[in-house]
């Protein structure tokens, strides 16, 4: 990797929560529709401001509280009370107008009965310029709850295009009901009035009143409703009465209606990141007239989960919280969902076991920024005290150009890719066929003819002088075998009994030397692997050393610039570990050890670390993509949905690919597929494509097998839908920016 790649690497890994002011519980920062915090530029200070409503819920005896920022929300510092009153739990929505704070706050909390206290306020809060401050106007009464028969909450503010405040809340009705109500100010929040229905719902409301563009768009649903969302917009430049019908914005509901995040889209349209009845997190785009298909964030279900979203230019960061244990033990995550609608992989922010709930992030920032905040409630678990804490994704100056793109050139589904020469010529076999006759094509994969016969092929790799060694099994064993002439003739060099390869990493080169490390079948406890080295371009070998502590070995990286060559061994939490040599595999040093150690996929970067993919099966060590330092520092990159089984460069970065496998209990509920990904500085990766698992296949993969001079990538795939016999094929990606 770069330097700059592991700066921001180290900077994603030191990202951690921290802890800002004490609340009553991780869930202080409901309502999450609510835009609680805001971003103002005074002129007064070198920084800006940042703003953000907290309740405190009487901890320290506070309640609705203001606080101000000038190091974007690391520390803050206390304002004023909006509401300190903390019986009553008001939450606050706030909405920046130049350098004053219009803002709306009433009840909400997990429980809603009707209270004549249950009323909804308009309050200003007026820039100082002399004192650097703000100070609060008195509050206007917008909706009423007169007597204890009714009540409102989950007040929401917007302005629109004409500078009309309007405020939207819902009230709870005898039945149990609600109704979504409305009201405006003509005279810039002095009084509000036309207040009218906008619908209603058979239980307990919630929804996103937001202006976008020269429309404002009413977006709601309800508790436990398994109904359809719903909408209702209106033109600016309509009678202050007129909204359109209600309608269906999208099929699935709203967890308590209340469970998402939006914001304008600067297109006259708006993001919307929201829970569905599933419990699964979802992101949708309203173009100004309806919503788009949705897009998959978080397929982990759980009632705590919320996202919380910011817009910067075109791009969307979306974070969200993710169960690991429930109640106690919650990651606090992030993906950014690129200007070409391709999501990013995520990036785990703060893993620490702690409960952590609902989430709130500024809804704009302006490009340029170094970092997008986010904070959320903490604590030991869902019913505790704690604190609201921050996290921070840091923006490397590779960001705003976006992520990789790989475009599909041609696709394969004949023959069994193998390996791929720096000439441009591929390997195979005819999928499903005849595994000892060897086939070639030397025009990108368009047509392939046949080459040499040797023993049944299982694993190829094209050396630095082209010579190919192939692991091809008869009669029960298993024969290391070469080809100096392209695979026209074989001649078997060395033979293996029981033991094999595991796949092209099996083999690697350092100087003048070549390595191959065994990989053996035939048992579940630890054996002897042998490490086996050629001085004279593979036509003898010799085994460098004989290591006993392991099941089996998978693979082999190599550092040029260093002369270190790591090996990564696997099986059972004793028997896993990665290793390091610095004389050429004489002796070896332990840099990971235990189930997590379990891999057979990585490259090393600049500067002597390895990217290494974890393939593990099984909680809690759920694979991940991790940078083991030459001096045995570990740091995680980012969490992947399955196996690693490929990490390779590419020209402008790097290529992962996954699998699937009919075991273990990682994968998310109803993913059978497939993905590859892509980084520009190997810190920061982005889901570039997936393949489906094909019926009745036990794995599924999708591996960076190569790149042709003309700069493509070649994708092995097994196990896919679509292509030939076993799912098996290749792809040629043109790889773009």
């Not at 009553?24 to 529709?33: I, K, R």
């Not at 004409?162 to 009705?173: K, N, S, T, Y």
């Not at 979802?282 to 964030?297: A, E, K, Q």
């Not at 990766?685 to 599924?700: D, I, P």
């Amino acid at each position: 990797m770069t330097g700059l790649a592991g700066a921001l690497l180290a900077a994603v890994l030191a990202a951690g929560g921290s802890a800002l002011v004490p609340v009553s519980g991780g869930n202080a920062l409901t309502l999450p529709a609510q835009r609680h915090i805001i971003r103002i530029e005074t002129g007064s200070t070198a920084a800006p401001t940042w703003l953000v409503a907290i309740q405190h819920g009487g901890v320290n005896g506070l309640g609705l509280v203001l606080y101000r920022s000038e190091d974007g929300l690391r520390t803050v510092r206390r304002v004023g009370d909006i509401q300190p009153d903390a019986t009553h739990t008001d939450r606050a929505e706030l909405l920046a107008v130049g350098r004053d704070v219009a803002l709306v706050y009433s009840y909400e909390g997990p429980q809603l009965a009707p209270s004549s206290r249950h009323d909804v306020w308009f309050q200003w809060w007026r820039y100082q310029v002399d004192k650097d401050t703000w100070l609060p106007q008195p509050a206007v009464r917008v909706l009423d709850a007169a007597d204890d028969t009714t009540g409102y909450s989950r007040a929401l503010l917007a302005r629109d295009s004409l500078g009309r405040f309007w405020v939207q809340a819902f009230r709870v009705d005898p039945d149990g009901g609600s109704t979504a109500f409305v009201a405006v100010s003509l005279n810039g929040g002095v009084s509000f009035g036309n207040r009218m229905s906008l619908g209603r719902v058979k239980r307990r409301g919630g929804g996103r009143l937001l202006s976008v563009g020269t429309k404002l768009v009413f977006l709601y649903a309800m508790h436990d409703g398994y109904e359809p969302t719903r909408m209702r917009v209106r033109d600016d430049d309509e009678p202050v009465e007129s909204w359109s019908v209600v309608r269906d914005a999208f099929p699935d509901g709203i967890y308590h209606g209340a469970a998402l995040s939006a914001v304008e889209d600067g297109r006259g349209g708006m993001h919307l990141v929201y829970k569905d009845e599933q419990e699964r997190l979802y992101h949708r785009r309203f173009d100004g007239t309806s919503f788009g298909p949705r897009t998959l964030v978080e397929s982990e279900s759980d009632w705590a989960t919320q996202p919380a979203i910011t817009r910067i230019g075109d791009a969307l960061y979306i974070f969200y919280n993710r169960l690991r244990v429930l109640n106690t033990h919650y990651e606090l995550r992030a993906r950014v969902l690129a200007p070409d609608g391709v999501l990013g992989a995520p990036v785990t922010l703060d893993g620490d076991v702690t409960f952590k709930g609902y989430l709130n992030a500024v809804d704009v920032l302006p490009a340029g920024v170094e970092e997008v905040p986010c904070l959320h409630g903490e604590s030991p678990d869902a019913g505790t005290r704690g604190t609201v804490s921050r996290v921070a994704l840091p923006l490397g100056p590779t960001e705003p150009s976006g992520p990789l793109r790989l475009e599909v050139v041609r696709t394969n589904t004949t023959h069994e890719l193998l390996a791929v020469d720096a000439d441009g010529t591929l390997y195979g076999l005819v999928a499903g066929g005849d595994r000892t006759r060897l086939m070639a094509s030397t025009n990108g994969g368009v047509g392939f003819t046949a080459r040499g016969v040797a023993g049944a092929f299982r694993t190829l790799v094209v050396m630095p002088d082209r010579t190919l060694m192939a692991v091809v099994s008869r009669s029960g064993g298993y024969f290391l075998a070469r080809s100096t002439d392209h695979g026209v003739g074989w001649e078997e060099v060395l033979s293996l009994g029981t033991y094999r390869a595991l796949g092209p990493r099996s083999f690697a080169v350092l100087g003048s030397t070549w390595f191959f490390l065994e990989y053996q079948t035939a048992s579940s406890a630890s054996v002897p692997v042998r490490l086996w080295a050629s001085t004279n371009q593979g036509a003898t070998w010799a085994a460098r050393s004989t290591l006993t502590a392991h099941r089996n070995g998978s693979a082999l990286f190599a550092d040029a610039r260093t002369g270190a060559l790591w090996a990564s061994f696997g099986g059972t939490g004793a028997q896993a570990a990665v290793l390091r040599s610095t004389d050429g595999g004489r002796t070896w040093t332990t840099r990971l050890q235990g189930y997590g150690a379990n891999g057979v996929a990585g490259v090393v970067g600049e500067d002597g670390s390895l990217l290494f993919g974890q393939s593990t099966l099984f909680e809690p060590e759920h694979p991940r993509l991790l940078r083991l330092g030459a001096d045995g520092g570990v740091g995680a990159v980012f969490e992947l949905p399955g196996p690693a089984y490929s990490v390779a460069a590419v020209p402008g970065g790097w290529v992962a690919g996954t699998a699937w496998v009919n075991a273990g209990d990682v994968f998310a509920s109803g993913d059978v597929a497939a993905h590859v990904f892509t980084s520009v500085d190997g810190a920061t990766w982005h889901e570039a494509l997936r393949h489906e698992r094909s019926s009745g296949a036990e794995m599924t993969r999708a591996d960076a097998w190569g790149v042709l001079p003309s700069g493509e990538l070649v994708l092995r795939v097994e196990g896919a839908a679509g292509f030939g016999t076993g799912g098996v094929g290749f792809q040629v990606l043109r790889i773009e920016r």
